[in-house]
């Protein structure tokens, strides 16, 4: 990568929260208060996508093993409401018996 590449991605990671800081914010004193609303839910999305991908593709390739039935027993773990440290111990147990499970 060339040394005029990075310094325009550079020039545009500034400009972006440059324009966040004081293009946005004044969206957000706006008489409308939808704009706050919706961007309070982003980082969830994020974080949300990013588990999903990291759970179901290895290698550019889609993969449905052992961790799907671990993130899938957290979500149901999450949904009744379980204690946080409750919910990352299940997702470990499930993920570790489904993998002893196909070993055997």
């Given at each position: 990568?060339?040394?005029?590449?990075?310094?325009?991605?550079?020039?545009?990671?500034?400009?972006?929260?440059?324009?966040?800081?004081?293009?946005?914010?004044?969206?957000?004193?706006?008489?409308?208060?939808?704009?706050?609303?919706?961007?309070a839910?982003?980082?969830?999305?994020?974080?949300?996508?990013?588990?999903?991908?990291?759970?179901?593709?290895?290698?550019?390739?889609?993969?449905?093993?052992?961790?799907?039935?671990?993130?899938?027993?957290?979500?149901?773990?999450?949904?009744r409401?379980?204690?946080?440290?409750?919910v990352?111990?299940?997702?470990?147990?499930?993920?570790?018996?489904?993998?002893?499970?196909?070993?055997?």
């Open positions: 990568m060339s040394w005029t590449a990075i310094w325009i991605m550079v020039a545009g990671a500034f400009g972006f929260k440059v324009f966040g800081v004081l293009g946005l914010s004044r969206l957000a004193d706006g008489p409308g208060r939808s704009f706050q609303a919706i961007t839910l982003i980082p969830a999305a994020l974080f949300s996508a990013m588990v999903v991908v990291q759970t179901i593709t290895t290698d550019d390739r889609l993969v449905l093993d052992a961790r799907v039935w671990g993130v899938g027993a957290g979500i149901v773990a999450v949904w409401r379980a204690p946080f440290m409750l990352v111990v299940l997702t470990m147990a499930v993920t570790a018996l489904v993998r002893w499970q196909t070993l055997v």
